[in-house]
């Protein structure tokens, strides 16, 4: 039986989540709310929400996980080119309303959208509290791409990201590692494993070892540097990634 939890209680505690279903992978509980102070209990745990319209709130905590860590992020000749040229302009926090609508905009062979007017909202409120953040990227003064995710400590869990432009995402996921790493924020929870986020150089953990480095890092100062765009910290800079 899976775990209900309920609207409006304030602090009702989420199952652990070695109580997770193996199948589907890592659904842990459902219903509640998406109030600020259950989402933020959530991310300290290592446990998200997702479902899709007409479905109760889902949430889960998949084993293994997918993470990404910013000095393992691969950069390849063609984002290189796309990094280089100078074609696109960087930001952060310029315009999360924007990024997070353009994430949930239908996409081709997709029936729906799991980012919900219920979940934008609880997102923007996130925002508004500096816990949820977006890069966003721009091509003449038109938002090209970007993603969004949500910062606790100093872990940053991804939520999604969108393109317009050919490498506009991959582009903004770049300046975000190379923050990141200044930042010394060594961890992006990616969830789960897909082929983007693997071919940018993501890869999967035990849970169990996700979630020791979740309980030592979401207690962390952020630092006062984070979420302020430095154009110093160039992607392209030698020496900060794994493979330089």
């Not at 980012?115 to 997102?123: D, F, G, L, Q, S």
């Not at 050919?166 to 300046?175: E, F, N, P, R």
Request: with cysteine; hydrophobic share 40%; charged share 20%.
């Amino acid at each position: 039986m899976i775990t209900w939890l309920h609207a409006g209680v304030v602090g009702e505690p989420f199952p652990h989540p070695s109580q997770a279903w193996l199948d589907p992978n890592g659904l842990l509980a459902a219903g509640g709310d998406l109030s600020l102070p259950r989402l933020l209990r959530a991310y300290r745990q290592g446990i998200f929400p997702w479902y899709e319209a007409g479905q109760p709130i889902l949430w889960w905590s998949p084993d293994p996980r997918t993470v990404l860590r910013p000095g393992d992020l691969r950069i390849t000749r063609s984002l290189r080119k796309s990094i280089r040229n100078g074609a696109f302009e960087v930001s952060f926090d310029r315009d999360f309303e924007a990024v997070i609508r353009a994430c949930g905009a239908p996409r081709a062979g997709a029936t729906g959208t799991w980012i919900t007017v219920e979940m934008r909202h609880a997102y923007l409120e996130l925002h508004r509290a500096g816990y949820a953040h977006s890069v966003e990227i721009w091509r003449g003064g038109e938002l090209a791409g970007g993603l969004y995710g949500v910062a606790v400590g100093r872990l940053f869990c991804g939520e999604s990201m969108f393109s317009r432009a050919t490498d506009a995402s991959k582009v903004g996921l770049a300046w975000l590692c190379r923050h990141l790493a200044a930042w010394d924020w060594p961890l992006i929870d990616s969830q789960t494993p897909t082929p983007h986020m693997l071919a940018m150089g993501a890869s999967e953990i035990p849970r169990e070892r996700f979630l020791e480095q979740v309980r030592r890092l979401v207690d962390q100062d952020p630092g006062p540097r984070s979420w302020r765009l430095d154009p110093a910290l160039h992607p392209l800079d030698p020496g900060w990634r794994q493979g330089d």
